[in-house]
């Protein structure tokens, strides 16, 4: 080999380097984004799980409300029945 087909050599393994080099930079930057991307679609679902979860404790709240209203002591007497044979181990469905 010549000198000058070693300095070719030499500059086609350093320019290799240099082109893996700035590949992993662009995928570092692409796996950021997405997991950017992805962070922020998660945070977005927990928001929209807590804000149903709320939503379902206050219509259901809402609702006992009301059938207490409506129905009375029917109500609070066969919720109570209800929780003491479900704790005692009694209930059966």
Do not use: C, N, P, T
């Amino acid at each position: 080999m010549s000198g000058l087909e070693i300095v070719a050599a030499v500059s086609a393994v350093v320019s290799a380097f240099h082109g893996g080099s700035e590949l992993l930079k662009l995928v570092k930057q692409k796996r950021r984004a997405r997991k950017a991307r992805d962070q922020a679609q998660q945070e977005w679902q927990e928001e929209q799980l807590q804000a149903s979860l709320l939503a379902g404790e206050q219509q259901i709240d809402l609702r006992w409300k009301q059938d207490q209203r409506e129905l009375g002591d029917y109500v609070r007497v066969g919720d109570g029945e209800f929780y003491d044979r479900s704790s005692s181990g009694r209930f059966q469905s």
